[in-house]
């Protein structure tokens, strides 16, 4: 059995892979499908931001970045063929941004997590975002089904003038299944720091069967999502014209989505709402999203098919 490890983009547009075989020992085998690793590194190379070097292990796939609009985005998706996570699986994603880099990072369809006897199944993002580079970090939500055990942190670092944004979804399991708030335990955290080393941290802790909390007064809804827009390069005023924006945009489906917006501790803007449906969860996701590309940089939304 071999080990793919890594492949390098030269002048954006060659992809050349450096493919060295060689022979797993059993510890290795093991792990192969289960402890995966994507490590992805972006400059900006004119008027275009290239992956200047990446190397992925499996379960992780990589698909080259593509070009949607004049900006020089790289428009990328994160991509796990083995249709979910199980317990004992341990994926990391290793992401940096040079300076003035501009990387939209999103998922073809939903992070699944299987049921789990006994270890969690694990996530771990860390992302660098270099001087005046912009992230926006898009995937689709995560589907956590009945007893399973789901662990995610994902650390986001800014140096001056970097902005990101990041949204991150979670279902309350297979709901046409039945099998709503069944998963046994959910762990989830998210750290963006700034330049100034400042940061906002959100983290939380979800196990259903726990009589003494469960799941609160999210209960009769049926998904979870954070949306965030920080970064030191936006003036006072954008960022108070967007609460105000963003404010309206929750108050669009009154029933169907209940959310509120804030200004944290760092520069930015913190919005956290549930929903009843995905169609409701998406609608809204789009909404914001696209209220934020207006007002940080006057770029439309995306618009983009991932199958």
């Known amino acids: 059995m071999f080990d793919v490890r890594s492949s390098k983009l030269k002048s954006g547009s060659l992809l050349e892979s450096n493919l060295e075989p060689r022979i797993l020992n059993f510890s290795e085998l093991s792990s192969v499908g289960r402890k995966g690793k994507l490590t992805l590194m972006y400059v900006r190379q004119g008027p275009r931001t290239v992956l200047s070097r990446s190397s992925c292990r499996t379960p992780w796939h990589l698909f080259p970045p593509i070009y949607l609009d004049e900006t020089g985005c790289a428009y990328t998706l994160l991509l796990n063929p083995s249709g979910g996570l199980v ?29 789990s006897l006994g270890a969690p199944s694990a996530q771990v993002i860390e992302i660098s975002v270099g001087p005046d580079a912009i992230l926006e ?24 003038g970097a902005t990101a944004v990041l949204w991150d979804a979670i279902a309350s399991g297979r709901i046409a299944g039945g099998e709503r708030w069944a998963f046994a335990s959910l762990d989830n955290e998210i750290r963006i720091r700034t330049a100034s080393g400042a940061s906002v941290l959100e983290r939380y802790m979800l196990c259903p069967d726990d009589r003494s909390g469960g799941v609160g007064l999210v209960e009769p809804w049926n998904y979870v999502a954070s949306f965030y827009a920080v970064g030191d390069a936006i003036g006072e005023e954008a960022w108070k014209r967007l609460e105000e924006k963003l404010a309206l945009i929750l108050d669009e489906r009154s029933g169907r989505i209940l959310g509120g917006v804030s200004q944290p501790a760092v520069p930015g ?6 929903a009843r449906s995905a169609p409701d969860l998406a609608a809204a996701q789009q909404r914001l999203w696209a209220a934020v590309r207006r007002e940080l940089w006057n770029l439309p939304p995306v618009v983009w098919r991932k199958y």
């Open 87 to 115: 317990g004992g699986d341990h994926l990391a994603i290793d992401l940096s941004l040079g300076t003035r880099a501009h990387v939209l990072m999103s998922t073809p369809s939903a992070n699944k997590v299987y049921r």
């Open 269 to 274: 803007l913190a919005v956290k709402l549930v």
């Open 137 to 160: 970090w898009i995937p689709e939500p995560t589907i956590p089904f009945a007893g399973s055990r789901f662990r995610q942190a994902v650390q986001v670092t800014l140096e001056p």
